[in-house]
C-alpha cells in the first residue's frame, strides 16, 4: 500500500492560504498605518494599489505577480512605521561622511564602517538627538 508522506492539501490550496494571509496582513498594515498617521508618506502610487486591493474585496490571490506586488507593498508601508528604517536612512550619508573622513586620516578600517548597522543606526541617533536639542521636527 502506498503511504503518502505529503499532506492531503494540494499546492493550490496552500498557494490560496498564502494569498488569503498576504491579504489580511496588508489590512492590517494600513491600518497601523492610519493610527500611526504615516498614511501621508505612502506614495500615490502605493495607495492607489491598497485602494483597489481593497475594494475589491479578494477572498484570495491566486496570481503570483499579485502577491509579489502585495508583498513588496506590505514591505514598503513596514518600512514607514519602522523607527529603525528611519534612522537608518537618516545616519547613513553621516555614517559614509565619518567614514571617508577617518580613512583620509589613515584608518584603514573605517571602510568597515560604511556598511555597519549599527554604526549607521547610532549616527541616526545622533542626528535625531542634535535636531531636538536646536528644536528640528522630523517627519
Known amino acids: 500500500m502506498f503511504v503518502s508522506h505529503y499532506s492531503s492539501s494540494s499546492p493550490q490550496s496552500s498557494l490560496n492560504d498564502v494569498g488569503a494571509m498576504l491579504l489580511k496582513d496588508l489590512r492590517c498594515i494600513v491600518v497601523k498605518v492610519k493610527k500611526l498617521r ?3 508618506l505612502v506614495s ?6 491598497i485602494r483597489s486591493c481593497l475594494l475589491m474585496r479578494l477572498e484570495t490571490v491566486k496570481s503570483l505577480i499579485l502577491m509579489k506586488a502585495i508583498v513588496k507593498t506590505i514591505k514598503e508601508l513596514k518600512e514607514i512605521i519602522s523607527e529603525e528604517a528611519k534612522l537608518i536612512r537618516m545616519g547613513l550619508s553621516e555614517a559614509w561622511k ?3 573622513l577617518a580613512s583620509k586620516w589613515g ?3 573605517s571602510d568597515s564602517w560604511k556598511n555597519n548597522k549599527y554604526f549607521i543606526i547610532y549616527q541616526g541617533l545622533i542626528l535625531k538627538w542634535i535636531f531636538r536639542l536646536f528644536g528640528v521636527r522630523l517627519s
Do not use: M, Q
Not at 44 to 49: P, S
Open 44 to 49: 500615490r502610487l502605493t495607495r492607489a494599489f
Open 107 to 109: 584608518h584603514s578600517f
Open 38 to 40: 504615516k498614511w501621508y
Open 98 to 100: 565619518i567614514s571617508e
